[in-house]
Nanobody, 125 residues
Framework: QVQLVESLVGGSVQVGDSLTLSCDTS????????VAWFRQDAGKERQGVAA???????RYADSVKGRFTISTDHAKHKYTLQMNNLKPEETSVYYC??????????????????WGHGTRVNVSS
């Protein structure tokens, strides 16, 4: 069974700073799939931030376009989210997730059946 493990470069930053999140899969990913980053605040639903499909189609939430970049190293089964010019309202727990059998980058959480444990990002003003 494939597992996802997030790692974080940085963790607590100030407004305008950058952070890099990485997601490593413990096993090989085959067929069509989408890997996405979500974030969730306490008491709120998880929101899609960026997603990338197995054939490198990409989708971003409107609020992060131009600042965040999702990328992948298929050979290493590694997925990276580069976050630039961070804002205080982006303080949240970030999750990596995978949806199998779909060919498009999606933000529907119900499609994602494999989740990482989450990693906290703090952006202070």
């Amino acid at each position: 069974q494939v597992q996802l493990v997030e790692s974080l470069v940085g963790g607590s930053v100030q407004v305008g700073d950058s952070l890099t999140l990485s997601c490593d899969t413990s096993g090989a990913t085959e067929g069509f799939y989408s890997v996405a980053w979500f974030r969730q605040d306490a008491g709120k639903e998880r929101q899609g931030v960026a997603a990338i499909s197995s054939d490198d189609k990409i989708r971003y939430a409107d609020s992060v376009k131009g600042r965040f970049t999702i990328s992948t190293d298929h050979a290493k089964h590694k997925y990276t989210l580069q976050m630039n010019n961070l804002k205080p309202e982006e303080t949240s727990v970030y999750y990596c997730a995978a949806a199998w059998g779909i060919a498009c980058p999606m933000f529907m959480t119900a499609l994602y059946t494999t989740w990482g444990h989450g990693t906290r990002v703090n952006v202070s003003s």
